[in-house]
């Protein structure tokens, strides 16, 4: 698996609620898997964050999707200090004033800071229940478009807006899309899913996958499949 350029593009949702379960859940999966997203869950529970560290220091990379949004000064400094901590990948709400304030405080780092646009678990109804009156794609094309005006190093967005999404940013931003779903699966509370071989061919640079890989009765051969499935596309 270490020579397969897929690898690094599958990042494993570790939405648990105990370092003991991640911990379990990453010595199980080995080197199939070397990259994982912490979560609220995950950040907040006792030791989260110091776990987080560990994984980056061990050479595993960490997508850290805390969705920022604050005044400028705070932004700033929560980027600075998760800029210390070694972590490959930060979301924030993708807000202007935010996501300039976040570019600013991580120039000159490797961290790739990722706008987040529209939840994946909102549709339609719920963005016009919040008081927005564009619909989902409008809004994120929108915001991908702010984002890159930003200087920022990615986007997460649904798969099923990453190839309007691939077009507003360029070849060189990534696409992050959550919500993915192998053929066959539960949705769970995902309303705009696609299958991982879709969202590669939409032009998703990387895919989040939780439930189907964490609550697989064997991970590491469900991991495999979802990356011969996104090798295949």
């Given at each position: 698996?270490?020579?397969?350029?897929?690898?690094?593009?599958l990042?494993v949702?570790?939405?648990?609620?105990?370092?003991?379960e991640?911990?379990?859940?990453?010595?199980?999966?080995?080197?199939?898997?070397n990259?994982?997203k912490?979560?609220?869950?995950?950040?907040?529970?006792p030791?989260?964050l110091?776990?987080a560290?560990?994984?980056?220091?061990?050479?595993?990379?960490?997508?850290?999707?805390?969705?920022l949004?604050?005044i400028?000064?705070?932004?700033?400094k929560?980027v600075?200090?998760?800029v210390?901590?070694?972590?490959t990948?930060?979301?924030?709400h993708?807000y202007?004033?935010?996501m300039?304030?976040?570019?600013?405080a991580?120039?000159?780092?490797?961290?790739?800071?990722?706008?987040?646009?529209?939840l994946?678990?909102?549709d339609?109804?719920?963005?016009?229940?919040?008081?927005?009156?564009?619909d989902?794609?409008?809004?994120?094309?929108?915001?991908?478009?702010?984002?890159?005006?930003?200087?920022?190093?990615?986007?997460?967005?649904?798969?099923?807006?990453?190839?309007?999404?691939?077009?507003?940013?360029?070849?060189?931003?990534?696409v992050?899309?959550?919500?993915?779903?192998?053929?066959?699966?539960?949705?769970?509370d995902q309303?705009?899913?696609?299958?991982?071989?879709?969202?590669?061919?939409?032009?998703?640079?990387?895919?989040?996958?939780?439930?189907?890989?964490?609550?697989?009765?064997?991970?590491k051969?469900?991991?495999?499949?979802?990356?011969?499935?996104m090798?295949?596309?």
């Open positions: 698996m270490t020579g397969d350029p897929m690898r690094d593009r990042i949702g570790l939405d648990i609620p105990t370092i003991k991640a911990e379990s859940i990453v010595l199980e999966l080995g080197e199939t898997v990259f994982y912490i979560g609220y869950q995950l950040a907040y529970a030791g989260g110091d776990f560290q560990q994984l980056a220091k061990s050479g595993v990379k960490v997508f850290l999707d805390l969705k949004l604050d400028d000064n705070t932004v700033a929560g600075e200090a998760v210390r901590m070694g972590m990948m930060l979301t924030l993708a202007p004033k935010a300039k304030a976040a570019v600013d991580a120039r000159g780092s490797n961290l790739c800071l990722l706008g987040v646009t529209v994946t678990s909102m339609a109804q719920d963005l016009a229940d919040a008081g927005y009156q564009s989902p794609r409008t809004l994120v094309l929108r915001r991908a478009e702010q984002a890159r005006s930003a200087g920022m190093g990615g986007i997460v967005c649904s798969a099923d807006e990453a190839a309007a999404v691939r077009n507003v940013v360029g070849p060189d931003m990534a992050v899309t959550p919500g993915i779903r192998p053929a066959g699966s539960d949705h769970g309303k705009r899913v696609v299958t991982p071989a879709d969202a590669i061919r939409r032009g998703a640079s990387h895919l989040v996958v939780a439930r189907p890989i964490v609550g697989a009765v064997d991970r051969a469900a991991a495999s499949a979802i990356i011969a499935e090798q295949a596309a």
